[in-house]
């Protein structure tokens, strides 16, 4: 079964399956390094982590538009649906099996709050079950141990930020990739802006050295990477 990713860049993605597209935190309009338009995108399913505007972004125009459902925690559910968009709410350690496989939402230590300043309750991180893929996103977070735990559930790929400041930088990235021990990880929420510029060649060449068994992928906007 191919999976297909495409990166728009900052933590926004595109997962193709043979059951849906699904889109992570479509963050595209005002974002300076989004290769696409919002009006662009296709999708199927939105998964988002938390509800700052770089991660929630797009999603009630495209939900609205495409009539894809949001998946998210149970606060950014209801405000979704309140915007008028298809939605199923999980809370942290909760799954659920949709077409194109399941989702289960993992911890993740940042904060979270809604446009209109309202709560947007825990953030969270995605484990994805694919058919036999398993992809953790672990969008934005700081390094917690318990991604040992994650990482026992033997990872095809993780999607890591490095961009420091606002999430791990590479420091606690590499220690990241190590609890992890994911067959392929992508690094991801940097040089989006200049506060969180980071030289990901770097960070793969340290992850390479670390840990010889992990391959490293560092996409551009808009590049892609097939499982």
Known sequence: MAVKL????????????PNGTLL?????????????????????????????ND????????????????????????????????VHPLHIGGGHDFAFGRVKLTIAHHGSALPDGSYGGNPCGFLL????????????????YDMKLI??????????????????????????AKLLRAQVLIPMHYNTFALIKQDAGAFASRVKKALPKTKVVVL????????
């Open 6 to 17: 495409t990166w728009f860049s900052h933590a926004s993605w595109s997962i193709e399956t």
């Open 55 to 86: 991660h929630l972004g797009d999603t009630v125009a495209i939900a609205k538009r495409t009539g894809a459902t949001v998946i998210s925690n149970f606060e950014i559910a209801a405000y979704c649906d309140k915007q008028g968009c298809e």
């Open 24 to 52: 992570i935190d479509p963050f595209l309009t005002g974002n300076p390094a989004a290769p696409v338009k919002a009006d662009d995108v296709k999708a199927n399913f939105i998964l988002v982590s938390h509800g700052h």
């Open 220 to 227: 551009k906007p808009g590049g892609t990477f097939e499982l």
């Open 129 to 144: 079950t694919i058919g036999k893929t398993k992809i953790y996103d672990a969008a934005d977070t700081g390094l917690f």
């Open 151 to 176: 990482g026992d559930e033997k990872l095809d790929l993780a999607l890591v930020p490095i961009g420091d400041n606002f999430t791990m930088g590479p420091d606690d990235a590499v220690r990241a």
